[in-house]
Antibody, heavy 118, light 107 residues
């Protein structure tokens, strides 16, 4: 069963760029023609899909609510994909998840809390 | 964006009960709907996709139904492990969107 694990700084200063990496294990990011997504959960609130990237990197979709600040990339050689979110504010404080996508999401990483604070 | 509205927001039930959670979409999403279970401090877990297809490994007491704009998640014979928050998610239109969640608590 493929497993995903997020990594990156847990604290980011306002106006800086949030950068996270998702490492895929027990399976290849290249196999199966899957999309690879980032999703976040704001404190005490619901889930927001940030966007996805196709395993080849040639197809991406970003949520319009974040589109001008988001970049998702894939590093198939290292079986990883990444998220960058620029110009962060306190409103971007959330638990960030990576997940494999087929429309639905599964499996998910365990999530990583990113706090935006000076 | 398609709005997903779940009801109720909180549901109190007892072990052994049968419960139903409803998810309504602001426009038709055919059968492109998934359900997830989330426990505190954990990632959501996929239960149902394509409105009624049970994810491998998920107990058969979970079932999903519906199409168009109205969907239900039913849990038969509630077990202690089932008390959690449940989310629906549509993947018919971009951006994919989630319901606000239903907290299933012990009565």
């Amino acid at each position: 069963q493929v497993q995903l694990q997020e990594s990156g700084p847990g604290l980011v200063k306002p106006s800086q760029t949030l950068s996270l990496t998702c490492t895929v294990s027990s399976g290849s990011i290249n196999s199966g023609g899957y999309y690879w997504s980032w999703i976040r959960q704001l404190p005490g609130k619901g889930l927001e899909w940030i966007g996805y990237i196709y395993y080849s990197g040639n197809t991406k979709y970003y949520n319009p609510s974040l589109r001008n600040r988001v970049t998702i990339s894939v590093d198939a050689y290292n079986n990883q994909f990444s998220l960058e979110l620029s110009s962060v504010t306190a409103a971007d404080t959330a638990v960030y998840y990576c997940a494999r996508s087929e429309g639905w999401f599964g499996p998910w990483g365990q999530g990583t809390l990113v706090t935006v604070s000076s | 964006d398609i709005q997903m509205t779940q009801s109720p927001s909180t549901l109190s039930a007892s072990v052994g009960d049968r419960v139903t959670i409803t998810c309504r979409a602001s426009q038709s999403i055919s059968s492109w709907l998934a359900w997830y279970q989330q426990k505190p401090g954990k990632a959501p877990k996929l239960l149902i996709y394509k409105a009624s297809s049970l994810q491998s490994g998920v107990p058969s007491r979970f079932s999903g139904s519906g199409s168009g704009t109205e969907f239900t998640l039913t849990i038969n014979s509630l077990q202690p492990d089932d008390f959690a928050t449940y989310f629906c998610q549509q993947y018919n239109n971009y951006p994919y969107t989630f319901g606000q969640g239903t907290n299933l608590e012990i009565k």
